[in-house]
């Protein structure tokens, strides 16, 4: 059977309080103030034991119109709400005010209670049931039960005991799914005991012994103790009424409206794209820019208001908005909210949170327009693929994705398994990339790759570490690595060493470019062991560096980026060491030139190239063999 949380919501006076002291024989108006007042000003909480055996929490919410954000404090997480009026007053004005709070909230579950019946008479019962069903028949609560009681006598109260029970039977449980997550309606202090918090939990379960933590200031704190309904528990689930007593957290640190999570990492949002509803009783269109207070979670925050996709939301519409806040706060996707005119205070609308952490948007912008549609739709491989299309970072693991489509990472990982099957997802390194995505970004590759070889068309490619940094703001680093193989796969890209190219791209020499490169590759014989410098000097015409790139490696061996010398003389440069070595075993620079007959610092270049290589060292003013040097040759000195 589901764990239930209820509550109750009506005009002032109408009789809550007393009705959920007929039920639970508990008294929610606590405070001297409400009793000297006589009316709730504070959330009250009380449980209720039905006929089965199952325990329900119910929430008293204040009726009064000054309290309304008291009320709205007391209703995330809430099943069923039981609507009371009092039968010699009928339906008044803040009885509608609740009514619509409620709606946007999306509290879909009510019976309406008739209160006091036993103060009027059998005709004007008629009456007044005949006008509530009248002025509620435009509401969610045209078809709901309505039950008759009279707390004095106790008239109906069994009766409605049995219609809770019923709905409570019929009630699906709730999947306890993501991190433990609770909006703090109560904070206080119990002598030998400490800091005490209270709030509905939302997501997931807490036990004794877990570490939470308390936003907005991230100070990490444990559980000390549980209560659900006056009783000391182990664990506390999703829907639970719950008493939490923090260990290492002073009152100081904690109040009404913080969040406290298992979780380390809640956003802070400053914006949220909304799905509203502008109720058909606000005086007033959600226009651009208006001031509103928005009621969320157990907060009251100030807000400007941004219409999506039209100028303004007229009373009795829906519509899209994003909420720029003047204080950020800790919310999810799914969150519902209430709007509340600036001044004076009037409830205009609420609705539900897509996006709690979007950026800012163009507002008439089409494709922002179907992302929201999107995200409003609630399919999770829409949800999924809008998510990996347009988040800031294109590549996101299965526990980003859980976090923002707010499911457990069981369901999203097997939606993830088989969106990759069906090709919709590619895996990468750490996380996904939605096709879409992959397509547009090998796009941009392959023109910036096609761009750098117009630039320098006598180049293999882009170096790697060229085109790492390029895309780095695109794709993450350590992605890149998994991006390469996916572009030559498809035949994208090639990879030439430690170049990257287009797949269509080829060298294509010019004539003149031809005969160039024959006359440097002569020059460079011809200058034997001294090396020539690149510039364009030597031949004039053309770049003759791109020119020698060409050969690197086949013809030329780079000694410094200026600096080439003929392959052929560089492993007859080699094998001169080798021999001369294998006979003395150390070798100088001037011993080197006299083998070559060349300039000083044509050997210096030489032999310190062949230093950065290892196969020789240095050693004071000497050569002996390096660690690279081939031991096959060191031992065999007399080689063919």
Not at 343 to 361: C, F, N, Q, R, Y
């Amino acid at each position: 059977m589901a764990y239930l949380v209820i509550a109750t919501a009506g005009h002032v006076d109408h009789g809550k309080t007393t009705l959920i002291k007929a039920l639970t024989g508990i008294e929610t108006d606590t405070t001297a103030e409400e009793k000297k007042r006589g009316l709730s000003i504070n959330l009250g909480f009380a449980y209720l034991d039905l006929p089965n055996g199952q325990r329900v929490g119910i929430v008293d919410v204040p009726g009064h119109e000054r309290f309304i954000k008291n009320m709205v404090a007391g209703l995330p997480g809430i099943n069923l709400v039981l609507l009371v009026i009092d039968a010699g007053e009928g339906v008044m004005p803040q009885t509608r005010e609740h009514i619509d709070i409620l709606t946007v909230l999306g509290v879909r579950d009510f019976i309406i209670v008739l209160t006091k019946v036993d103060t009027v008479d059998a005709e004007l019962r008629d009456l007044v049931r005949e006008d509530i069903r009248e002025q509620l028949s435009d509401t969610v609560l045209k078809d709901a039960d309505m039950v008759e009681t009279d707390a004095v006598s106790g008239k109906g109260i069994e009766t409605l005991k049995a219609k809770i029970q019923e709905w409570a039977e019929r009630n699906p449980a709730m999947e306890e799914k993501g991190e433990a997550r609770m909006n703090v309606d109560r904070a206080f202090s119990v002598k030998g005991f400490g800091t005490v918090v209270t709030g509905t939990l939302l997501d997931g379960t807490v036990g004794i012994g877990d570490e939470l933590y308390v936003y907005p200031e991230l100070k990490k704190t444990k559980v000390r103790n549980i209560q659900i309904h006056e009783q000391n528990v182990k664990h506390a689930g999703s829907r639970h009424r719950t008493a939490i007593n923090l260990a290492n957290i002073g009152l100081e640190d904690i109040r009404r409206g913080d969040v406290i999570s298992s979780s380390p990492s809640l956003k802070e949002s400053w914006m949220l794209d909304v799905k509203v509803q502008c109720l058909k009783t606000s005086p007033v269109a959600m226009g651009l820019w208006d001031r509103v207070r928005v009621l969320i979670g157990t907060r009251e925050v100030m807000g400007r208001i941004v219409p999506i996709g039209e100028d303004c939301i007229q009373p009795g519409h829906e519509g899209f908005l994003q909420l720029r806040m003047e204080e950020s706060v800790f919310v999810k996707n799914g969150d519902r909210f209430v709007l509340r005119s600036y001044s004076p205070m009037m409830t205009i609308g609420g609705g539900e949170v897509l996006d709690a952490a979007p950026h800012k948007h163009r507002r008439f912008h089409q494709d922002v327009l179907d992302s929201l549609k999107t995200k409003e739709e609630g399919n999770l491989d829409a949800i999924i693929s809008d998510f990996l299309i347009n988040t800031k970072n294109i590549v996101a693991t299965k526990d980003d994705l859980a976090a923002y489509v707010h499911i457990s990472k069981a369901e999203v990982s097997d939606t993830v398994n088989r969106m990759v099957t069906e090709g919709i997802l590619i895996p990468m390194k750490e996380g996904y990339i939605h096709k879409d995505t992959y397509k547009s970004l090998r796009g941009k590759v392959v023109q910036a790759l096609l761009n750098y070889h117009h630039k320098y068309p006598l180049r293999a490619g882009m170096p790697l570490e060229e085109f790492r940094s390029r895309f780095s703001k695109q794709i993450p680093d350590k992605e890149i690595s998994t991006l390469i193989p996916l572009l030559t796969a498809d035949q994208s890209c090639r990879l030439d060493g430690k170049y990257i190219a287009a797949s269509s791209f080829k060298i294509q020499l010019t004539e003149a470019q031809k005969k160039q490169l024959k006359q440097l590759q002569k020059m460079v014989d011809d200058a034997g062991f001294n090396p020539v410098k690149i510039d364009d000097g030597i031949l004039p015409g053309t770049d003759i560096s791109e020119l020698a790139r060409l050969k690197q490696g086949e013809d030329f061996i780079f000694l410094t980026p200026e600096y080439i010398i003929a392959k052929k003389r560089y492993e007859e440069a080699i094998d001169i060491i080798y021999d001369y070595l294998n006979e003395h075993g150390k070798m100088t620079l001037g011993d080197f030139r006299d083998a070559t007959h060349s300039s000083r610092k044509a050997s210096m270049l030489i032999l310190e190239f062949i230093d950065a290589r290892h196969i020789t060292a240095r050693e004071e003013n000497y050569r002996i063999f390096g660690p690279a040097a081939d031991k096959g040759r060191i031992a065999s000195p007399n080689r063919p």
